[in-house]
Structure formats: C-alpha cells, structure tokens
C-alpha cells in the first residue's frame, strides 16, 4: 500500500461518513482503532478504560467531522480527542480512586518487537512499569509528546495548561524514565546515537 | 552558561528552547560529556518508549467498529430519524464501502397510521352524502372513532418531542466537542506513514457510478449481516452478503435487512402481502439450515479451556455460516457462553476478554433479543 493510495482513499471515506454513511466511519474506525486504543491506554493504563476512551472518540469525532478540515490527516485528530478523554478520565476523582491492577495479567502487555536485541525484556518490563508508576500528568504530556508528536503548544492547548508545565512535565517523566532504564541504557552502546536538534 | 544544563535538555531534544538558551545548551554541550551523555539518554529513553506495543485482549480489535457504530448517534438529516440498514461492514475484500439503504422504524409507520385514522376517520363519518342511517352512523363512530384529540396528541407528538430532544442533545455535544486543530506537514507525513489501510483510492467512486439498478431483493434472499454480525474476521458468508448488499433495492422497496418476521412486516407494508409468504408465528427450527450441525454443537461437552475456545469458535462459525437462521442467534450467545466457559477452566484473561467483547457486542446489536442473558453472563465476567 503507498501512502498516496491510503490517504486519498481515507478522503473518500471521511467524505462519505460526512454524509452520514455510517458503514464508511466504520471502516475508518477499523483502519484508526489500534492507534486510538494505544493512545488511550498508553496514559489510563487500564484496557477497560481504554476501550470507553476509544470507543468514545471514535464518537466524538463522527459527531464533529463538520467541522474536521479533510485536508488535515485524520490520525492525529482522533488521536488528540482520544488524549483529552484518556486525560480527563486520570484526572477524574473515581480514576484516582481505582487501583491499578495487580501486575500486568489482565491488561496489554508490551509486545516483543524491534526492541529485542536492543533493550533486554527486563529492560522493557522496567520501562513499562515506570510509564505506569509516572503521574498521570506527566504521564499525558510524555505521551503526547513522544507518541502524538505535538508541540509544547498543541499539548498545552490539548490540557490547559501552560507550556511552562508542559515543559518541566515532560522533564520531570523523561528523567524519571531515564532513572528507571540507567542500567541498560548505559550497556546499550548503539542506543547513544541520537542527534539532538 | 557554567553550570550544566540538564533540566533544559528535555526542551532542548523537542526543539522546544527558545534561541538564546538553545545556543547556550549547544555551547556547554561541545564541553560537557556528562550533559552529551545525559541528553543522549533522555533521547534513547523515547525510543524506548516508541518501541513499546501495546496489544489488548484476544479479538478486541474485531469487535470494536462495529460497537463504535452501534452506539453513533441517529443522523440528524432524516425527517423521522431514518435508521440505517446493516449492509457489509467491511471494505477488505472488496475495496469499497456500499451506499446506505434506509428504511423508516416501525414505530414512524404505527404513527403515521394512527394519525391518517385520527384524520380520516371523523371525515369519513361526517359525509352528509352517506348512505349510512344517522342511528348507525352514529354508533359506528362512537365506536370506532377515537377522542378528537387523542391520536394526535398521543402518537405523533412524543415522537416530535424526542426527535427534538435528540437533536437539541446532538447540537449540545457538538458545541461540547473538542475543536479539531490543524497539524504540520511533517505529521502529515507521519500519518501517511501509519495509514494501514488497504489500497481502495478511487473505487468508491467508482463503484458509485457504475452500479447499475437491480431488480428489488427477494424476501428469501435477505442476509442478516453488516457490523452487528459477530466474527473475528470477515467470513465466506459475510462476503457473499456483501455482495447482496451492494446491490441496491429499488427506492419503493427499501428496507433493511432484518431477521424474517421483520422483513415480512416490511412487505407488508409495502402492499406485497399477497406474495409474501405468510410470517411464521415460531421459527421452523426442523426445517431450520444447519440444523443437524446445530443439534450437534448442542451435544458437545467442553472439559479443558483447550474445548471450550473450540467451542466457541464453531458456534461463531455456525452463526456466521447460517446468519438467517433462527438458530444464529442462539449460537452467538452460546459462543460467547464457550469463551466464559473457557475462562473458568483456565483462568486465561485472554478467554474473559473475548466473552466480554463478544457480549458488548451482542447487547449494541439493534436485535438482542436475549439480552437479559448475555447481562446476567457479563456479571458472572465481573465477580
């Protein structure tokens, strides 16, 4: 599949769940779910939560393609309202309440994948636990950033919040990230190769 | 700038410091290996988290579009909430998405019924050309003709009021939703990137224009499929209906696809009654297709989660091969009540999680007709 082929066809789609035709937005909701429901999760850290956030978007956003400008790629708008719902539900009192569940038995795991042979599994365990230890907060604006790619500006508009606490959100999980991964990223050789900007 | 300048890398990686402190942090780092190392760091701790997956239960992603379009919100254009049919679901396999067919519920029809005898029926009777003595035109009025005001005021006005209730709710929401924000080339491109959606430019369009118009659809040939059928993945079945779905019913009769007793009252109404067959007052389960296989499922005992994941996959099998059958409904609930099953013997949360999804489902379906048991198997799930 080429990228030309994929967008110009994700334009017809759009136009069509525009119109009302439903059965489009589902096929546009089958093409966007993983990335939405990985959004979501990255920052509830709960699949049942995840899928509300999801399934919730997807919504929000058939309700709103009026207003979706088509010349825009559809992706990071969806994703975006999936962020602000995942970040309202970790704001919310009964979020704070819920316990995140023991361990990780009934919840996404992370996948073996290209990280294998770069950072050890117990290296990606301790870089998931402490996504998952990180306040909800900075949780978001980690996720934002690095996952959504949006500028301390988008977040802070994204949140309400200022970019000066965007800034020291961001500084403060990526340090405490760091902190956790130390140990292997210092026997990771290859992984210090990152130019900055 | 003396001191390091560890708490501006982060801002420093995103690009993010203004000019005259990004040319202080470049300056220290030419001289500080400690703040290179530590920036270096922080860089490898995004690739990191980049490279972590997430992956939910077993068989989430082939359920959640169509709980997704199950729960949309009713089209605002339709005069009287027109409700959408359930033609195919999914444009793998054929690269393209049918056109809707509409038809109107059944209670738009009861209404409007009721309002043509609220105004007929007075006129009818107040004919002073009639032939019917005053004494007998009296007394069928009396007993046929309802209060003056009645039907009016009790069939069409509810249903105006919560069309207007929904699209005052509708137009809440909206005011209430996020504004979608405009995003840069680069994330554009990024998005290209992530597309995973099959190559299908321009055949929509195309198949738009060319469809030519088909004689309307027999009674027989009606499928219940579309987003509510529940199967992991597209089907035989689901293809070959499809198909039917893509051929488009002439206006006067469209309907949607609808289990049997549906579709006859459809018929019905559209003044084919005489060559409809007459709806059957209870499903012909002995002549019922698949009906042997059916009673065969019925016999089988699963003893291990092993079993049990069998078993529900050939009761998913079954219902999505006999979609109209009256037995296919029975066979959904039944394989989500075989992933239950499989969970209590393995304790696999893989199991819980696809009964789960398979039950939510279910219950978005515009007919679960067994809902109080698929909600009585959903809180076994919870405990």
């Not at chain 2, 105006?160 to 909206?174: G, I, Q």
């Not at chain 2, 597209?234 to 949607?256: D, F, M, N, Y």
């Amino acid at each position: 599949m080429s990228a030309p082929q994929g967008t110009e066809s994700e334009i017809g789609l759009l136009d069509q769940a525009r119109g009302g035709n439903r059965f489009a937005f589902e096929e546009v909701v089958r093409r966007y779910q993983r990335r939405v429901y990985a959004t979501a999760y990255r920052i509830v850290r709960r699949h049942e939560v995840a899928d509300d956030v999801a399934q919730e978007a997807f919504i929000r956003a058939f309700r709103s393609l009026d207003r979706y400008d088509p010349q825009r790629p559809f992706g990071p708008w969806i994703c975006r309202i999936a962020a602000n719902l995942a970040v309202n539900h970790v704001r919310s009192p009964q979020a704070r309440e819920e316990a995140l569940p023991d361990g990780h038995a009934e919840t996404p795991s992370a996948a073996p994948g290209p990280l294998q042979g770069v950072l050890e599994t117990e290296a990606r365990t301790m870089l998931d636990r402490a996504l998952e230890d990180l306040p909800a907060e900075q949780r978001a604006v980690f996720c934002l950033r690095v996952f959504e790619d949006l500028s301390y500006k988008e977040i802070a508009d994204s949140l309400g919040i200022s970019i000066g606490t965007v800034m020291s959100r961001l500084s403060r999980a990526r340090e405490k990230l760091r902190g956790a991964l130390s140990p292997y990223l210092a026997a990771a050789p290859g992984r210090a190769g990152s130019s900055p900007p | 700038m003396i001191a390091h300048v560890q708490d501006h890398l982060s801002a420093y990686l995103d690009g993010e410091l203004p000019a005259p402190e990004r040319a202080a942090v470049e300056t220290h780092l030419r001289t500080c290996p400690e703040c290179a190392r530590h920036l270096e760091e922080l860089s490898a701790v995004d690739e990191a988290a980049r490279e972590l997956d997430v992956e939910p239960p077993a068989g989430y992603f082939d359920s959640l579009p169509g709980r997704v379009v199950a729960r949309l919100p009713a089209p605002r254009r339709g005069v009287w909430g027109v409700r959408r049919s359930a033609p195919p679901s999914s444009t793998s396999e054929r690269g393209f998405i049918p056109r809707e067919r509409t038809t109107l519920p059944v209670w738009v029809w009861a209404a409007a019924a009721v309002l043509v005898l609220a105004v007929l029926t007075p006129l009818t009777f107040q004919k002073t050309t009639s032939p019917v003595p005053d004494a007998a035109k009296t007394e069928a009025t009396d007993a046929f003709r309802p209060a003056p005001t009645t039907p009016s005021a009790e069939a069409p006005a509810p249903a105006e009021d919560s069309l207007d209730a929904a699209r005052d709710k509708a137009a809440t929401v909206l005011e209430r939703n996020v504004a979608p924000e405009r995003k840069d080339e680069k994330r554009r491109e990024r998005e290209k990137a992530n597309a995973t959606a099959p190559a299908a430019g321009g055949r929509t369009s195309e198949y738009a224009a060319r469809r030519p118009p088909p004689p309307p659809p027999a009674p027989s040939a009606q499928k219940h499929v579309g987003p509510w059928a529940q199967s992991p993945a597209p089907s035989q079945a689901q293809s070959a209906a499809r198909e039917e779905g893509q051929v488009e019913a002439a206006p006067e009769t469209k309907k949607q696809a609808e289990p049997s007793g549906k579709s006859d009252r459809d018929q019905a109404r559209a003044g084919a009654v005489a060559d409809a067959p007459p709806p059957a007052a209870a499903p012909a389960f002995a002549q019922a297709p698949g009906e042997d296989r059916y009673r065969a499922l019925l016999g089988r005992q699963a003893d291990s989660p092993e079993a049990a994941r069998k078993l529900h996959d050939d009761w998913n099998a079954f219902a999505r091969s006999h979609p109209d059958s009256p037995r296919a409904d029975e066979a959904r609930v039944r394989a989500m009540e075989a992933s239950a099953l499989a969970f209590n013997l393995g304790r696999d949360p893989r199991d819980r999680e696809r009964a789960r999804a398979a039950a939510q489902a279910y219950l978005a379906r515009p007919d679960a007709v067994q809902a109080a048991r698929v909600r009585a198997l959903l809180e076994k799930l919870a405990r």
